[in-house]
């Protein structure tokens, strides 16, 4: 592929050709440096066209991209805007990103757990679309809490209080947002080189330390093999790494919703029950296996994760946290007008419950939105009562639909349609295992 600079001058003033740059991912060969970081800012400028960039992104999707050439792509998205700096903070700064999964709460208790070892946590968080959930949404059921910080009010809230969990200023990575919404028309969200460069140009930008990424694998994660899971963690720590954040990641099982509740104000209830020191196993593991992450790459390897959440401490920083962002702590948390409970049907020990259908019925039921503009109840949900391994009798409570509007009963249970199952006895080696599956270094 000739990728002769063209002509500059009246009418030619660009100095490459899209054309060329789609032809060249096309036909499986690397698109220079120069190329690619013009195509991401002449796209973000507006001059290469959305059909373009759609047909690029195509061909990386079938084609693939090298090393260099994911690192060239996510430097060009940082630099289409803004670049966060704490370096006046005097402390380490650690974020964690976490892929999504169903009932994934776990930035709620792991942010405040890891601040309150003296480490800053600056977390930019998303709201939720489809059937995962967002940090954004979960927070917001909390009375008064925001969710809109300024870039110089994030700093004073990481100065005072250590942690901070805000929406991205739309000055972060603009490139991203608009090929974000591009590939999500375009069935290209798929691609493992722009899902990472997407990721970790936001991440980069906002100028971390130190990176934790939870990549999640099975039903509810949006990379339902292991093998697609470890190769997208792979080009995420080369990412970091090579941009000069220490990252590390886990590959986490995400094939049953996460802990009991499924929603907003209920997943909430679930983190301050483990700030509390208690909450369900299989969060309390995450959070902890997360914080000890966190706090390894911040420099302390052998801090006490449990005991700081048995001792109040991190309960303490999140009742700072909460007040620091205009929240009420104490305030209660808004409850459903409408529940209906599904009992099981038989004596057994439940053998399967898939985090997918479950995700996608708490958004019927009015957890989650459809499109970006819409509001999301914060009351509904699904809170689970058993989990597989567990033993139940016939008309036992499995888990109970919270809505505002009973009509959503309906849709919500067609989306469950076995999604569950009960058996006369366990698989063998089904008892619940670690959820942290591997862990990826640099
Ligand atoms: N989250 C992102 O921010 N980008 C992607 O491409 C996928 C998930």
């Given at each position: 592929m000739n990728f002769l600079r063209q002509a500059q001058g009246p009418g030619a003033i660009e100095p490459f050709d899209a054309v060329d740059v789609i032809r060249a991912k096309r036909d499986g060969e690397q698109v220079p440096h120069d190329a690619l970081r013009w195509m991401i800012d002449a796209y973000t400028r507006g001059f290469v066209m959305d059909a373009q960039m759609s047909s690029f992104a195509m061909a990386v999707l079938l084609n693939g991209m090298s090393r260099d050439e994911i690192r060239v792509m996510t430097d060009a998205m940082i630099d289409s805007g803004e670049r966060m700096s704490f370096?006046?903070?005097?402390k380490k700064t650690v974020d964690k990103h976490s892929t999504g999964g169903v009932g994934d709460k776990i930035t709620l208790p792991l942010v405040p757990l890891v601040a309150a070892f003296g480490v800053a946590v600056p977390q930019l968080s998303g709201r939720g679309l489809g059937h995962t959930g967002g940090t954004l949404d979960k927070l917001e059921s909390i009375a008064g809490w925001r969710a809109a910080l300024s870039n110089d009010e994030m700093f004073a809230q990481l100065r005072d209080v250590g942690a901070a969990i805000c929406a991205a200023g739309s000055g972060l990575a603009p490139a991203d947002k608009k090929l974000y919404a591009l590939r999500d028309v375009t069935g290209?969200?798929?691609a493992i080189p722009l899902i990472a460069s997407s990721i970790m140009s936001k991440k980069i930008a906002e100028g971390t330390d130190a990176l934790v990424l939870d990549v999640k694998f099975g039903s509810?994660?949006?990379?339902?093999?292991i093998d697609r899971a470890r190769e997208l963690a792979r080009t995420m720590v080369e990412l970091g790494t090579d941009s000069g954040v220490a990252t590390t990641a886990l590959l986490t099982d995400m094939d049953t919703p996460l802990g009991l509740a499924i929603g907003n104000a209920n997943e909430v209830r679930e983190s301050v029950e483990v700030l509390a020191g208690g909450g369900p196993a299989d969060v309390v593991e995450l959070t902890i296996a997360l914080a000890r992450e966190m706090l390894a790459l911040a420099g302390q390897p052998d801090a006490d994760v449990e005991a700081a959440l048995v001792d109040g401490r991190a309960m303490d920083s999140w009742n700072a946290l909460i007040r620091a962002q205009g929240g009420d702590p104490d305030a209660a948390l808004p409850v459903p007008r409408e529940t209906q409970t599904v009992v099981a049907d038989r004596d057994g020990f439940v053998t399967r419950l898939e985090a997918l259908p479950f995700g996608i019925a708490a958004w019927r039921l009015g957890a989650g939105r459809a499109r970006a503009a819409d509001p999301v109840i914060h009351a509904a949900g699904i809170d689970l009562h058993a989990k597989p391994g567990d033993r139940v009798v016939a008309g036992q409570p499995l888990f109970t639909l919270l809505a505002d509007d009973p009509s959503r009963f309906d849709r919500a249970l067609g989306a469950l349609g076995g999604a569950w199952e009960i058996g006369d006895a366990l698989p063998d080696g089904a008892a619940p295992g670690s959820l942290v599956r591997e862990r990826i270094t640099a």
């Amino acid at each position: 592929m000739n990728f002769l600079r063209q002509a500059q001058g009246p009418g030619a003033i660009e100095p490459f050709d899209a054309v060329d740059v789609i032809r060249a991912k096309r036909d499986g060969e690397q698109v220079p440096h120069d190329a690619l970081r013009w195509m991401i800012d002449a796209y973000t400028r507006g001059f290469v066209m959305d059909a373009q960039m759609s047909s690029f992104a195509m061909a990386v999707l079938l084609n693939g991209m090298s090393r260099d050439e994911i690192r060239v792509m996510t430097d060009a998205m940082i630099d289409s805007g803004e670049r966060m700096s704490f370096d006046g903070l005097g402390k380490k700064t650690v974020d964690k990103h976490s892929t999504g999964g169903v009932g994934d709460k776990i930035t709620l208790p792991l942010v405040p757990l890891v601040a309150a070892f003296g480490v800053a946590v600056p977390q930019l968080s998303g709201r939720g679309l489809g059937h995962t959930g967002g940090t954004l949404d979960k927070l917001e059921s909390i009375a008064g809490w925001r969710a809109a910080l300024s870039n110089d009010e994030m700093f004073a809230q990481l100065r005072d209080v250590g942690a901070a969990i805000c929406a991205a200023g739309s000055g972060l990575a603009p490139a991203d947002k608009k090929l974000y919404a591009l590939r999500d028309v375009t069935g290209t969200v798929e691609a493992i080189p722009l899902i990472a460069s997407s990721i970790m140009s936001k991440k980069i930008a906002e100028g971390t330390d130190a990176l934790v990424l939870d990549v999640k694998f099975g039903s509810g994660a949006f990379m339902h093999d292991i093998d697609r899971a470890r190769e997208l963690a792979r080009t995420m720590v080369e990412l970091g790494t090579d941009s000069g954040v220490a990252t590390t990641a886990l590959l986490t099982d995400m094939d049953t919703p996460l802990g009991l509740a499924i929603g907003n104000a209920n997943e909430v209830r679930e983190s301050v029950e483990v700030l509390a020191g208690g909450g369900p196993a299989d969060v309390v593991e995450l959070t902890i296996a997360l914080a000890r992450e966190m706090l390894a790459l911040a420099g302390q390897p052998d801090a006490d994760v449990e005991a700081a959440l048995v001792d109040g401490r991190a309960m303490d920083s999140w009742n700072a946290l909460i007040r620091a962002q205009g929240g009420d702590p104490d305030a209660a948390l808004p409850v459903p007008r409408e529940t209906q409970t599904v009992v099981a049907d038989r004596d057994g020990f439940v053998t399967r419950l898939e985090a997918l259908p479950f995700g996608i019925a708490a958004w019927r039921l009015g957890a989650g939105r459809a499109r970006a503009a819409d509001p999301v109840i914060h009351a509904a949900g699904i809170d689970l009562h058993a989990k597989p391994g567990d033993r139940v009798v016939a008309g036992q409570p499995l888990f109970t639909l919270l809505a505002d509007d009973p009509s959503r009963f309906d849709r919500a249970l067609g989306a469950l349609g076995g999604a569950w199952e009960i058996g006369d006895a366990l698989p063998d080696g089904a008892a619940p295992g670690s959820l942290v599956r591997e862990r990826i270094t640099a």
